[in-house]
């Protein structure tokens, strides 16, 4: 007989499934290839499947099965992949499937849907790398013209763009407010750790980036090289590149070689393949990673600067604490969307951690003050 105790763990782990298969759904909505939608149509399948196992336990257990109403992470990725693309929100999704096959092994009763979900993870994955590298022969053919605009996990670099920029200024305004600055002082130091924050984000982004550029494009004359000198080598690497993706000898050496028979193409296949790299971004725009990390630092930076355009003195404390405060949550509950954690405990940790941090800087600025003062 299940306990009041099992019925809950049913309730999350039923809620969890009709999330996954909400946001599945949403991508195959918002999928420009018809094969990858298909795909995540019949991911959306197995999680109703699911969904539907625990519904049944909760029943034969009398309980009431909840009414589903998706969660607040679910629309916001189904947002974001319909804004920003389907390909934005892969890598979180993954890494929900995988923390989704954590809970489960330690579940007695839910092992069985663990491999599932494992298996889940490795697709999304899979999926998410193919999109961003390209891939040769029959993948290329699925996912042809479908490229990433940035490396990495945007929405996790954006996140944390904005948070660095507000509890660093955060800070810097708290300790010069405890100095017993003028407001003109707070908002003019406040203002040039706006623009030194972001300018030294743009400035190390514009360098990473660019110096990736530059490294791939020497890697792609190299290859170029490589395919002029040696072509029948480059064949062989192919072969063995797509033999370990699961095609038989002759298939591989018919694809390689078809593909090589065209330069251009062997150079474009040869460059994702084998190096890893989209012709076409090159590791993208260092200017746009540039522009777009000074703006994500100054969006958080500008927040405890705002009270001292209109105001001075203890209000102006107040009000700069108070709106960092709310960025801190927002920035907290913006985190779940990676954790799963719950959205009050995430933000409330945020503002705990930021203004501890504040508090110790204004107290510091304070005994400067002081003594600078005496």
């Known amino acids: 007989m299940a306990s009041k105790k099992d019925i809950k763990r049913y309730r999350a782990n039923l809620m969890d499934e009709l999330n996954s298969a909400a946001l599945y759904r949403a991508l195959a909505a918002n999928e420009k290839s018809e094969e990858l939608a298909e795909v995540y149509r019949r991911l959306a399948d197995t999680e109703q499947e699911h969904a539907d196992t625990w519904a049944k336990r909760i029943a034969d257990a009398g309980g009431k099965v909840p009414s589903f109403h998706p969660s607040w992470r679910t629309r916001t990725l189904a947002m974001l992949a319909r804004r920003f693309g389907v390909d934005t929100v892969l890598p ?17 009763d839910a092992a069985d849907m663990a491999p599932v979900e494992r298996s889940h993870a490795r697709l999304l994955t899979q999926i998410d ?8 022969g029959a993948a290329v053919a699925r996912i042809e013209g479908r490229h990433r605009t940035a490396g990495g996990n945007a929405l ?11 509890v660093s200024n955060f800070n810097l305004v708290m300790g010069v407010a405890g100095a017993a600055m003028s407001a003109k002082s707070i908002l003019l130091t406040g203002m040039a750790g706006l623009l030194a924050g972001a300018i030294s984000m743009a400035l190390g982004e514009w360098i990473s980036v660019q110096s990736s550029r530059e490294l791939y494009e020497e890697q792609m004359a190299r290859e170029r090289e490589e395919i002029d000198f040696d072509p029948q080598e480059e064949v062989e690497e192919l072969v063995l590149i797509y033999r370990a993706r699961g095609l038989g000898e002759p298939e591989a050496r018919e694809l390689a070689t078809r593909l090589m028979s065209d330069p251009d193409t062997a150079l474009e296949t040869l460059a ?7 012709p076409d971004e ?10 777009t990390s000074f703006l994500l630092f100054a969006v958080g930076a500008i927040l405890p600067v705002l009270p001292y355009f209109f105001t001075s003195g203890f209000g102006a404390i107040v009000a700069s604490a108070g709106l960092s405060t709310a960025g801190l949550f927002f920035i907290g ?42």
């Open 272 to 278: 994702r393949d084998e190096l890893g790299i989209d």
């Open 129 to 136: 790398e193919s999109v961003r590298v390209g891939r040769g």
């Open 92 to 108: 979180t999704l993954a890494g929900i499937e995988r923390s989704a096959t954590s809970g489960y092994e330690e579940q007695p």
């Open 333 to 374: 509950a913006a985190i779940t969307l990676f954790t799963g954690r719950s959205v009050l405990y995430s933000g409330a940790r945020q503002i705990l951690f930021g203004l501890a941090a504040a508090g110790v800087t204004f107290s510091i600025g304070r005994l400067i003050g002081v003594t600078i003062a005496g």
């Open 282 to 291: 090159l590791g993208g725009s260092a200017w746009e990673a540039a522009i």
């Open 156 to 166: 996790r670099a954006a996140v944390l763009g904005a948070s660095d920029g507000l």
